[in-house]
């Protein structure tokens, strides 16, 4: 008996049509944010039956109870499925309502389980996240750096701390900067605000303005950045941020890729 749900559970069609499942399922969830039709119901139900009844086999297929929870896919199958079956209506409290919706979607995540390209790459991530930390804190080490340098070089002064002449010039620059939509007055104004920026020159999203900005306070007299520093600093960044560090993280998973590639096919052999 169980040989025989083992082979039923692991034979592609079933595979395939647990896929299409989550596939339609999914995409009902979707369309149940325009719409709200009991037929959508209906189908979500049939859905939710389906997957029980999958869980059921896996479950009867088991070499035993160990194995079947110490296997990960299992475990998240299995908490989607339950929650699921949670009614709704024993909440009071919208916002656990709205809770338990969201986390009804995470359903489209059985993806990964059912096409083996997904699943390899969901093992690459996972085998990645200890290189991924130390890639992330290694940013995170030049991202402060450089907004320390930001702060202490492109800090707009305040009223409070300038003579009349440079109070002058401020107030005139902080008229013309909000004409630039988007771009806040002082990006270096305080070290989130810095950080933010930086983060901001690293996607790419009008950083030059954020440089002319600068230039034209620096003309002005309102910071004492010259405008060769204030250059060299966003470049800089740009260059190291977006060619050096986010390569690093590349590679990184490439790597991994290369090892879980190379495990998968000592198994095979």
């Known amino acids: 008996m169980t040989t025989l749900v083992k082979k039923f559970v692991f034979h592609k069609a079933f595979e395939w049509f647990i896929a299409g499942v989550i596939i339609v399922n999914c995409a009902f969830?979707?369309?149940e944010t325009y719409l709200d039709n009991p037929l959508i119901l209906l189908i979500q139900n049939i859905a939710l039956s389906i997957f029980t009844i999958e869980i059921i086999l896996r479950w009867i297929?088991?070499?035993n109870i160990k194995n079947?929870?110490?296997d990960g896919w299992n475990l998240f199958d299995l908490s989607i499925v339950l929650i699921s079956f949670i009614p709704e209506h024993i909440f009071a409290d919208t916002?656990?309502?709205?809770s338990l919706r969201i986390l009804r979607v995470f359903r489209i995540f059985r993806l990964l389980r059912a096409f083996p390209e997904l699943k390899l790459m969901t093992l690459v991530l996972i085998r990645s996240l200890s290189t991924l930390f130390y890639n992330g804190l290694f940013f995170f080490i030049f991202m402060y750096?450089?907004?320390i340098i930001g702060i202490t070089l492109f800090k707009l002064p305040t009223i409070e701390t300038v003579d009349i002449i440079k109070e002058k010039a401020l107030t005139e620059y902080l008229n013309q900067v909000p004409n630039a939509p988007g771009i806040s007055?002082?990006?270096y104004g305080t070290l989130g605000e810095t950080m933010f920026t930086l983060f901001r020159i690293l996607t790419g999203e009008d950083w030059t303005d954020l440089r002319y900005n600068l230039v034209?306070?620096?003309?002005?007299?309102?910071?004492?950045?010259?405008e060769t520093i204030i250059t060299i600093y966003h470049v800089s960044w740009f260059i190291i941020a977006t060619f050096l560090?986010?390569?690093l993280l590349v590679g990184a998973i490439l790597n991994n890729y290369q090892i879980v590639m190379a495990e998968l096919k000592n198994k095979k052999e």
């Open 68 to 70: 079947f929870f110490t």
């Open 29 to 31: 969830i979707g369309i």
């Open 61 to 63: 297929a088991k070499e």
């Open 216 to 226: 034209q306070a620096s003309k002005m007299n309102v910071i004492d950045a010259h």
């Open 185 to 187: 007055p002082d990006p």
């Open 145 to 147: 750096l450089f907004a």
């Open 95 to 98: 916002s656990i309502i709205t």
């Open 245 to 247: 560090l986010l390569n």
